[in-house]
């Protein structure tokens, strides 16, 4: 442990921080394009196909293969009306979630309104829960830009990694890392169960009612 | 005959049998002869008012020299005010004051320093430029090189990197279409990819990249700063192209020829070295070419075309595939009718075929191993976790948690380190760390999925009677769908295993595109292929859901 450098912690953190910030950015895309995607759905028709067609695609790609699809289809000096489009790293790493957020949003978006429409306003709250879970998913995902070159958490415990000599330090540091994500994961699914438990004293409170 | 008279004759059949030979040996005596006559020619009343003029003629007429050089290559030419420096911009000096013309600097970049020769804008470019076998059909290069520059791998002082195998299974910073990236990926190293050479030394400050691949040309002047110095050293040189003037193909053969002199006399005298002293650039070249041009074999009129005394030029053309001609043909119908600008350069050239070829086949390999793995460790943790041992069951569920709270590539970056610890690194072990790891992340997962769907039927059967092979079936049965939903994230996974240096379509690609073009088109087939590959997968998972429910109901 005395080989880890003494700023590796705080290091971590900030990288921590941008792992949320990307994740943030995923789910906020997710959310507007998957809605769009339910509605689409909702409307039927041809519409609706091609909605159930592009949530099946966005499903069935990886977000590892999108990121770099993105990075290399995207000019470094690409502009839209004179202004720089280019997305810089953390950016590209977040689009490449938004597939993956967007047809988990279209998939539980939907079965929210269909239990809307059962009557069952509980299970259609569900869908705040599962939001939530999809929010700790995206950051767990979102160490995939380690591979850009993002000064993400896991690249900060990659970077420190490479000056261990011993596989037993990289362990050490491995498992620091391990401890930080996995508090923040815990900590998530923690949060996840009271929502959950909140929304159903709710439901019951509102029955009795 | 006198012995004074007999010694005269004797001195005069020497003089007669050695003369010519001496003329044609000394290449300061070829320069002289070579630049009096064109001054002579140039002297003829109306002779620069003729058409067809030969080059060095012509250069006597105006007495000046149009020499490109490039204004943003630090340490070799850069441009403050109205002042040039740099080591191309004094060897140009040099050479004009040698042939007595008095030199006007034009600029030049990467892009234009052939076209303008060829247009008549200038007579001679000295611009960083490689010699290899493809330009020798643009330009005419002067012969002994001036220069010659290798990819170095720059990283911290603190790495001990001293050869190829210290790189491998290691990221290296490129840049895109670099001639020496091929060379890298044949290592087993990784790439990590840029658009430009200049934020390089950026990456390697903010550590995003911990090793970089550039021209030692490039870096010699960021290790002119001490601070970058302090931090960073060469680690290994490779991949050397010699530099070389260049005049136009046409009209230039006495002018190419006075300048081949020349060089050879600089590289003989060190008048290289002495001006790439003083403009700081590496001297290791120009110190052996000073050897080489001392030797009484190369110090000829001749010698710039002795084979055993002139670099050859680099061989930078890939070879092509059979099918080569056929696929640039699709792609030229491709853009005649609809448009698109296809490039397809896994096709074109057999280096990038087979590591296409290879890409595929280790994808595969990767999606079969990465859902067997997945359904192995799913049933084997299900079991364990249901078991009613105290000491078989914590372990499992300790290891599940840890699994869950890991990123999953950290998880990979866990599983590689392990591996190569036990095994000496190769691609198989590559590929079967990311396998044990995505089974490991994904059948932890259906595992615990498995335990909840046991836990349930006992809870059904009004106890916790002991678990039977007929009951774990029908748990097995039960949690179908999330066993089917965490194969098919497993097949998704597969292609983040390119970060650990499994040689997968994803990473065979990155190669491809560093040394070759195309690079939408190849990533968008990449998108294409995974995409139809999980596609497959769902489909087969969809089967095999089917069939676990089918069982749970005739259960």
């Known amino acids: ?209 | 005959m006198s012995i004074r008279r007999g010694l005269f004759v004797f001195l005069a059949w020497l003089v007669l049998l050695v003369a010519p030979v001496v003329q044609a040996e000394t290449p300061d005596a070829a320069l002289t002869t070579l630049l009096t006559e064109a001054r002579a020619a140039a002297a003829v009343p109306g002779a620069c008012s003729q058409s067809g003029l030969d080059r060095l003629v012509r250069l006597y007429c105006t007495g000046k020299i149009r020499i490109g050089v490039r204004e943003y290559y630090p340490l070799f030419g850069t441009r403050e005010g109205r002042e040039r420096l740099g080591y191309d911009v004094d060897v140009g000096r040099a050479m004009a004051e040698r042939l007595g013309l008095t030199p006007e600097f034009t600029r030049v970049n990467a892009a234009s320093r052939i076209p303008l020769l060829a247009d008549d804008k200038i007579d001679l470019t000295i611009a960083t430029m490689g010699h290899n076998a493809q330009r020798d059909s643009q330009v005419r290069f002067i012969r002994p090189h001036y220069y010659q520059s290798e990819t170095t791998i720059v990283g911290p002082k603190s790495l001990d990197i001293k050869d190829w195998p210290d790189v491998s299974n290691r990221t290296i910073c490129v840049t895109i279409g670099n001639g020496s990236n091929a060379q890298i990926v044949s290592h087993n190293a990784r790439l990590m990819l840029f658009d430009e050479a200049g934020v390089l030394p950026d990456r390697l400050r903010d550590e995003v990249c911990t090793l970089a691949a550039q021209d030692d040309s490039f870096f010699a002047y960021y290790f002119t700063d001490p601070a970058f110095t302090a931090r960073f050293d060469q680690k290994f040189g490779f991949a050397q192209v010699p530099w070389g003037v260049a005049v136009a193909q046409s009209g230039t053969d006495r002018l190419a020829k006075a300048l081949d002199l020349i060089s050879q006399i600089f590289h003989r005298d060190g008048e290289f070295l002495k001006i790439a002293k003083e403009n700081h650039v590496g001297t290791g070249f120009l110190e052996r070419q000073r050897i080489v041009w001392n030797r009484p074999d190369c110090n000829t009129a001749s010698g710039n075309t002795d084979p055993a005394c002139v670099l050859p030029a680099l061989t930078a053309v890939l070879e092509p595939t059979p099918f080569a001609g056929r696929v640039a043909a699709f792609e030229a119908w491709m853009e005649q009718h609809t448009g698109i600008a296809l490039q397809l350069p896994m096709f074109k050239t057999m280096p990038a075929w087979q590591l296409f070829k290879a890409g595929i086949i280790n994808s595969l390999i990767l999606v079969v191993g990465a859902l067997a793995a997945t359904l192995i460790f799913a049933l084997a943790l299900g079991a364990v976790q249901s078991s009613r041992s105290f000491v078989l069951r914590w372990p499992a569920r300790l290891l599940i948690v840890v699994l869950q709270s890991s990123p999953v590539v950290l998880t990979l970056v866990i599983s590689a380190a392990v591996a190569h610890a036990l095994f000496p690194y190769s691609s198989a072990v590559a590929i079967g760390a990311a396998i044990v790891a995505l089974g490991l992340m994904n059948g932890s997962n259906a595992g615990q999925a498995i335990a909840e769907a046991l836990h349930s039927l006992r809870t059904e059967r009004g106890g916790p009677p002991a678990p039977t092979t007929e009951l774990y079936g029908r748990a097995v049965s039960r949690s179908a769908t999330q066993i089917v939903s965490f194969l098919i994230n497993a097949a998704k996974g597969t292609p983040i295993a390119s970060f650990i240096g499994a040689p997968e379509l994803l990473s065979a690609l990155t190669d491809i595109t560093s040394f070759a073009s195309g690079r939408a088109s190849t990533y968008s087939l990449l998108l294409v292929f995974y995409i139809a590959v999980v596609i497959v997968v769902v489909w087969l998972c969809g089967k095999l859901q089917i069939w676990l429910e089918r069982r749970q109901v005739t259960a």
């Open chain 1, 1 to 209: 442990m005395s080989r880890v450098s003494p700023d590796f912690l705080p290091q971590l953190l900030a990288g921590m921080v941008v792992n949320f910030e990307i994740a943030a950015i995923a789910l906020l895309v997710g959310l507007a394009v998957g809605g769009l995607l339910t509605w689409a759905k909702l409307v039927g028709g041809v519409v609706g196909a091609i909605a159930v067609t592009l949530i099946g695609l966005m499903r069935a790609a990886p977000t590892f293969v999108v990121m770099f699809f993105l990075l290399n289809i995207i000019p470094s000096d690409a502009t839209l009306f004179g202004v720089n489009v280019a997305p810089s790293g953390v950016m590209t790493v977040a689009l490449s979630l938004v597939p993956y957020a967007a047809a988990y949003v279209a998939d539980n978006g939907s079965e929210a309104l269909k239990q809307l429409r059962d009557g069952s306003p509980l299970g259609a709250l569900l869908f705040l829960p599962n939001v939530t879970r999809a929010y700790f998913v995206l950051v767990m995902s979102s160490s995939a830009g380690a591979a850009i070159g993002v000064s993400e958490g896991i690249a900060v415990i990659l970077r420190e990694a490479e000056r261990m000599p011993t596989l037993g330090d990289k362990m050490v540091l491995f498992a620091i890392g391990i401890v930080c994500f996995g508090i923040t994961l815990q900590a998530g699914f923690a949060l996840m169960r009271l929502l959950q438990h909140r929304l159903g004293r709710l439901a019951l409170r509102s029955r009795q009612g």
